[in-house]
């Protein structure tokens, strides 16, 4: 079907990528849809795209869109039309699949074409990619309508960490609000500060720290966030879309060891990845709460640890951010101050 759509329409192809460009994606799309053939269509973001521009230079993130557009081509081959939809985002159309199961399956296996990228371009460091899918004529009836679906999938996998994939479902994603640049968001200056407002507006400490968890698990989509004190779960917040819902307490012992003197936290965002000895038990107790990625941190104040912070991730890995784990750090350290001047511990606040 594809075939015969662009042997009869000449399109311009973007010369960077050698993909189609937006426009004539947008009328196989509306092609489709005018012969109510049912497709899904994906969008594609480079994660930390700037990041790259800024380190390496525009012309190795040239490179790098070239890479993942021959990488795109590779993976979807006859299956779809491939696109660049601006920037570091692409576009994929694939007529005829829109059973969930099997645009699961297609595009983890796509996945591994475009994720966890070695190249000698970047040293030392990893290419990773997010993908939103929309399907027609499940979520939308219009080409715009199913752009906003897919870029709402899209903005869900960004904020759960980047480097996966997240095909929308109206009961999971239709709240979801997706921020440009040019719209009020807040800016990391005014985040900071609103954790320790937060913190500060209640009498109640125990009422600050719901609110805090509320904020950052609306706000950055974190599955879980929990405080522990050496021997119970304390506090347990569990985000709305969260696959997993019964957390429970893991032992501080497991990740001491782990936590970095200088910096007072640890994470990882593939638990399965840990290798040392005693690593098992950690693994196992996160495998049977559905945890993939987690984040410790001591919440302490001058030479006193009150006990610890927990984030988790479920479902998914979670690549996690300077600026969310700076976010968190911020928490931490706010939360210890708070405990220490008004001369309470952890286990002393009523949840």
């Known amino acids: 079907m594809q075939d015969s759509f662009f042997d009869t329409h000449s399109y311009y192809k973007d010369p960077l990528s050698t993909l189609y460009e937006r426009q004539a994606l947008v009328d196989f799309a509306q092609h489709l849809i005018s012969k109510n053939v049912p497709f899904s269509l994906a969008l594609i973001d480079i994660d930390n795209f700037k990041n790259i521009n800024d380190l390496y230079g525009h012309t190795v993130g040239d490179k790098i869109i070239t890479l993942i557009s021959e990488r795109l081509l590779e993976a979807y081959k006859d ?49 990773t990619c997010t993908m939103g899918l929309s399907r027609f004529n499940q979520d939308g009836l219009t080409y715009d309508e199913l ?41 990391p200056m005014e985040q900071h500060n609103k954790i320790f407002t937060l913190l500060e507006q209640e009498e109640n400490l125990a009422a600050g720290i719901k ?18 004190d050496e021997s119970q779960m304390l506090y ?31 994470y990882q965002n593939d638990i399965r990845q840990l290798n040392g000895l005693k690593d098992r038990i950690l693994i196992d107790e996160c495998m049977n709460q559905g945890i993939l990625s987690t984040f410790f941190a001591e919440v302490s104040y001058k030479d006193i640890v009150f006990g610890y912070l927990r984030c988790d991730s479920s479902s998914t890995i979670r690549i996690w ?18 405990l220490y001047f008004k001369g309470l511990r952890l286990d002393s606040l009523s949840f």
Not at 241 to 260: C, E, G, H, Q
Request: proline content about 2%; hydrophobic content about 40%.
């Open 79 to 127: 299956k779809g039309i491939v696109g660049r939809f601006g920037g570091d985002e692409f576009i994929v159309i694939v007529p005829e699949k829109v059973d969930y199961d099997e645009i699961w399956n297609l595009n983890r296996y796509v996945f591994g074409f475009i994720d966890d990228i070695q190249t000698e371009l970047l040293p030392g460091r990893y290419i």
């Open 147 to 187: 752009i906003e679906k897919a870029d709402k999938a899209l903005y869900r996998g960004k904020m759960k960490g980047r480097s996966c994939f997240i095909i929308y479902l109206k009961e999971k994603h239709a709240h979801i609000k997706v921020y440009t640049q040019d719209e009020s968001l807040e800016t």
């Open 321 to 338: 951010q300077n600026s969310h784990m700076n976010l968190l750090v911020t928490a931490v350290r706010a939360i210890g101050m708070f």
């Open 236 to 266: 347990s917040h569990v985000y709305t879309l969260s696959r997993t819902r019964k957390f429970a307490f893991i032992d501080n012992s497991l990740i001491k060891d782990k936590i970095d003197p200088k910096t007072s936290l640890f």
């Open 211 to 228: 609110n805090l968890f509320q904020y950052l698990s609306d706000n950055f989509m974190f599955d879980h966030l929990a405080l522990q």
